[in-house]
Structure formats: C-alpha cells, structure tokens
C-alpha cells in the first residue's frame, strides 16, 4: 500500500513523519505540540494558549486533506499535568459541535520540546455533517 501524506505550511514536524495519512476513507492526523509555525518556538502562555495552538496546527493539516472539523471521529489528547484537564476542555468543546468525536485524554510524563499538550486525529473523508 502506497501512502498519501499531507502536510501544511501552519503545522510543524520535530521529527521524520508526515503531519497526516491517507489510508482509504481514514486520515490519521500525526499529534502536534504547541509550536507556533511563524516563530517555530512553543506557543507562550497556559495551557489554554498551548491548546488553542494545537487545534491550529491540526486544522491546517485538516484543510489540506480537504476535510473539516466535522470530519473527525476520534481524538487523542496527551497532557503533562491532568490538573490541566478542564482548562484544555473548555478550549476542546469550542473546537468541535455535537455529536462531539470520541475522545481519549491521557496523562503522559513529558512531550516533545515540553510542550503541556498534544493532540492527535482521526478523519472518515466520507462523514457528513450530523452522522
């Protein structure tokens, strides 16, 4: 199987990967950290700032695939501290519209370039508004 990647000029790779990848009708979205594109430095400020950022970085990748936020149908979100969960769920629940992609939220140790948050995707490129 041949891959068919994506990539966006708003989202950076710290590493040997593709931002997204095409697999038939999924796309899985590689996790992306905080980094501010015009600067290529973590985004300043909390970790509602630094969630904000991610979701910026993920929705130019996602607009590269064609695709929209209504076409994600599971997220993954990795956070250093869990103390941080409601403020990065207040930012989380502007991002998307019911019903709401499942979603995992787990705790990790530390992230690349310490950033607080990652974030990675799934995209169906058939779902439709409301499925």
């Not at 041949?2 to 796309?27: F, K, M, N, Q």
């Not at 594109?37 to 973590?42: N, R, V």
């Not at 985004?43 to 076409?71: M, P, Y």
């Not at 990795?78 to 629940?93: G, H, K, R, S």
């Amino acid at each position: 199987m041949s891959r068919t990647a994506y990539s966006a000029e708003g989202a950076v790779a710290v590493g040997p990967y593709s931002h997204a990848v095409d697999s038939g009708e999924l796309i899985y979205f590689s996790g992306q950290t905080p980094i501010d594109p015009a600067t290529g430095q973590l985004a300043a400020g909390n970790i509602a700032r630094q969630t904000e950022q991610c979701f910026c970085n993920l929705f130019h990748v996602l607009a590269a695939a064609g695709l929209t936020a209504d076409n994600i149908v599971k997220v993954n979100v990795f956070l250093t501290d869990m103390a941080d969960f409601q403020a990065m769920n207040q930012v989380y629940a502007k991002q998307f519209q019911a019903p709401y992609p499942a979603r995992t939220t787990i705790g990790v140790a530390a992230l690349p370039l310490g950033a607080c948050v990652e974030i990675e995707m799934i995209a169906c490129k058939t779902m439709k508004s409301g499925e």
